[in-house]
């Protein structure tokens, strides 16, 4: 389903009046001796179509639009010329092309009308309107029509024009025919065949009605640890997969799998008790052995999961597995078909919450176990079933009617892969949610704009830094560490490289994060005092150092906006010059987990929980398989411990902040942002929250099209 935003269609109107010729089509232009359907067009009769035995049928199911034209006429997919269709007579002399723009608020039949009239008659000169009304469709459906003259600016010839609109589902419809009026009046039986013919149906995507679908924008990656719950870097699948535990769109921690569970009195036992009616998409039911098999297979040496550790290292047993040492968890027990006994290695507060990360979700054995592309074909336990994949095109999620917790509102999910820039599909009506990138924020945070109606914005829990390498020279010296951070004008960064649209991290912590210090004394921008600290270091300044690599991801041997403007900064406040090096981005954070990068590179962190714990001992406690720059220090490693198992929520806070304050002193990684976020959303899908936290948000949507 693809069309021109609408702005840009207006422009091509006069072109579309020029591009045919009385004198055939152009010469890369072919029309087949037989109507043909073009690339996803369906030019036939169809269970969708009314067929009549006197004409053809062009139908449209993207669209939803259905149009006759005369037995001997000829169709070409216009897609290349910003339409649909067009229409051609057997002596190629009248041309009709069918083409659609998306509404913009308040806009109506006559309004758009006069808009379309306005920009087509644009290029012509002498125009005379013959005339200007509403007219009746032969569905009965109300259309405007305009008739006109005029001549062509590029040779003078003289055409006769009409321009048919009508408005459905979101969009306007519009056919505009011309020819020299001698072979349009010759024609015009067959123009009002084509014209009056347009009638509607709910549009088609993926063979789902356009309004029992949600419509999204998405990647693929050509790495299959992406889409393994057990290995996957990403917030994961939260449509095909789910756990023991999720969070509400107001983050709340709540059952998923488990429908409750019991702590001991020391806080190390966890007793979990299963839904009876959680379901593989299969039918097979959901058992506590499942959840063990799910864990063991995370754990175990062969997967080489990154996340386990960190995810579900707390529970006894687990990383002795992960290091080959033992061939099951201790930690774990089925007690029964439903109920799951999980032992920790002490007590910690915020243990449930890392069962909302992907690696604790559960999967199905004989599933796993089928092929190398299983994750193709998953036989999850979450609310939608992943039924349709074609690479790199689309995938089609069907709601999962057996769902333990019910059937969410929404039929089908559509994710379109890699099917082009976010907001213009966005605009086109194509996708129905989308990330807005800095580069439009001031556009659609304009309250003129009409876009405007639909944004979200928040702060994510989010910081972006760069990592020290600090087992690398020159970075295992702390104050060249705190020279290039010191060298970093975070505030022209953002005005420079992100138009503002982001607030300065001096610290780890995101604001909203509990534990964000507002008083936190970070690294200050600070040139001199700088070029001081480096030239202090035991390099003695910038002739001393050794040469740095500074590692990204990207194709090729070019720079980045981000990595340019640091570099440059280094280069002027420092005299530093660094290299760059690229890795392909589906490689990169396996290649950076693997040891393999220069001193520097770039990376960030996102909140898979709302606790400190989640970024400072993830990221920074000696050991830690998120720890890529390879820090280590013993009194934060101990102080780190302490908060772990604190019980008072005042005292584990500020443990934590007592933790910032030493990663900032020690400078491991430069602190650069904490993101904001800009989210469009179209005004049908209702539920919608935003949430700094990746959630299954899907499952608590419905759409909602009014009349």
Same mark, same amino acid.
């Given at each position: ?24 089509? /152009? ?31 062009? @139908? ?28 051609? @007579? ?91 009026? +001698? ?8 123009? $009002? ?30 790495? /299959? ?23 509400? /769109?107001?983050?709340?921690?709540? &059952? +998923? ?34 959840? #063990? ?26 990383? +002795? ?28 507060? *915020? ?55 019910? &059937?969410?509102?929404? &039929? ?18 194509? =996708?129905?949610?989308?990330? #807005? ?55 022209? *960064? ?29 690294? /200050? ?22 040469? =740095? ?31 760059? +090096? ?26 898979? *929980? ?13 050991? $830690? ?6 820090? $280590? ?75």
């Amino acid at each position: 389903m693809t069309t021109l935003p609408r702005k840009l269609i207006f422009l091509l109107l006069p072109f579309l009046l020029a591009c045919q010729l009385t004198a055939g089509l /152009p010469d890369t232009t072919t029309i087949p001796d037989t109507p043909v359907a073009p690339d996803a067009l369906l030019i036939t009769e169809t269970p969708t179509a009314t067929a009549r035995p006197d004409a053809n049928t062009y @139908n449209n199911p993207d669209y939803g639009v259905q149009v006759y034209y005369p037995l001997d006429w000829k169709t070409e997919d216009a897609s290349s010329d910003g339409g649909l269709t067009w229409f051609v @007579n057997p002596d190629y002399d009248v041309y009709a092309v069918l083409y659609t723009v998306p509404l913009d608020p308040g806009d109506t039949l006559e309004s758009l009308a006069a808009e379309l009239k306005e920009q087509t008659f644009s290029d012509l000169s002498n125009v005379d309107v013959l005339s200007d009304e509403a007219i009746q469709l032969d569905s009965g459906q109300q259309a405007w029509q305009t008739l006109a003259t005029g001549h062509r600016s590029d040779d003078d010839l003289l055409l006769k024009i009409s321009l048919t609109t009508a408005i459905h589902g979101g969009h306007a419809f519009v056919v505009l025919a011309f020819g020299e009026p +001698e072979f349009y009046d010759q024609a015009d039986t067959a123009l $009002s065949l084509v014209v009056r013919s347009m009638q509607f149906e709910t549009p088609k995507i993926a063979n789902t009605p356009r309004d029992q679908a949600l419509i999204l924008l998405g990647g693929e990656s050509t790495n /299959p640890r992406s889409y393994d719950p057990a290995t996957t870097h990403s917030s994961g699948d939260k449509l095909a997969f789910s756990g023991l535990v999720s969070f509400d /769109p107001q983050l709340n921690l709540v &059952p +998923e799998l488990a429908e409750s569970w019991e702590i001991s009195a020391d806080g190390t036992v966890y007793t979990f008790h299963l839904r009876q009616n959680a379901r593989f998409h299969d039918g097979k039911p959901v058992t506590a052995q499942d959840v #063990v098999y799910s864990w063991e297979r995370a754990a175990s040496p062969g997967i080489q999961s990154d996340t386990v550790l960190t995810y579900l290292g707390d529970i006894l047993g687990v990383r +002795e597995m992960n290091a080959g040492q033992a061939e099951h968890i201790a930690g774990l027990k089925a007690l029964d078909e439903h109920t799951l006994q999980v032992t920790i290695d002490a007590p910690k507060p *915020y243990f449930l919450l890392k069962l909302t990360y992907p690696t604790a979700f559960v999967v199905d054995q004989a599933n796993v176990e089928s092929g190398p592309e299983w994750y193709r074909t998953p036989n999850g336990t979450g609310p939608y079933k992943l039924t349709e994949w074609k690479r790199f095109e689309v995938m089609v999620y069907e709601r999962n009617e057996d769902f333990y917790l019910g &059937p969410p509102a929404i &039929p089908t999910i559509i994710v379109q892969l890699f099917s082009g820039v976010g907001l213009r599909l966005y605009e086109s009506g194509e =996708i129905d949610m989308t990330a #807005v990138y800095s580069y439009a924020v001031p556009r659609v945070s304009d309250p003129e704009e009409p876009l405007h109606n639909d944004l979200h914005t928040g702060v994510n829990l989010c910081t972006g830094y760069v990592v020290f390498d600090v087992t690398q020279p020159p970075f295992d010296d702390v104050k060249v560490r705190q020279a290039f951070s010191m060298a970093f004008d975070r505030q022209r *960064y953002i005005d420079v490289v992100l138009s503002g649209n982001a607030l300065p991290a001096h610290g780890l912590y995101p604001p909203g994060l509990p534990g964000f210090n507002i008083d936190l004394q970070g690294l /200050p921008y600070d040139p001199e005092r700088a070029r001081q600290l480096l030239a202090e270091s035991k390099y003695g300044g910038p002739d001393g150092l050794p040469p =740095i690599v500074y590692t990204d991801a990207g194709i090729g041997n070019d720079a980045g906006h981000s990595v340019a403007a640091m570099a440059q900064m280094w280069e002027q406040n420092l005299g530093v010059s660094i290299t760059i +090096e690229n890795i392909e981005p589906d490689r990169y954070i396996d290649e950076i987990y693997a040891g393999h990068h220069g001193q520097l590179f770039k990376t960030g962190w996102c909140a898979d *929980y709302p606790d400190p714990e989640n970024f400072a001992d993830i990221l920074f406690h000696t050991g $830690s398989p998120q720890n890529n720059g390879n820090y $280590s220090n013993p009194a934060l490693d101990a102080l780190l411990e302490q908060a772990r198992v604190e019980q008072d929520v005042s005292k584990r806070i500020a443990l934590y902040q007592q933790a910032e304050q030493i990663i900032v002193d020690d400078a491991p990684v430069l602190f650069t942002v904490h993101n904001l976020s800009y989210v469009l959303v179209k005004p049908y899908v209702k539920g919608y929250v935003w949430t700094p936290i990746d959630i299954p948000l899907e499952r608590y949507l419905w759409l909602d099209w009014g009349e």
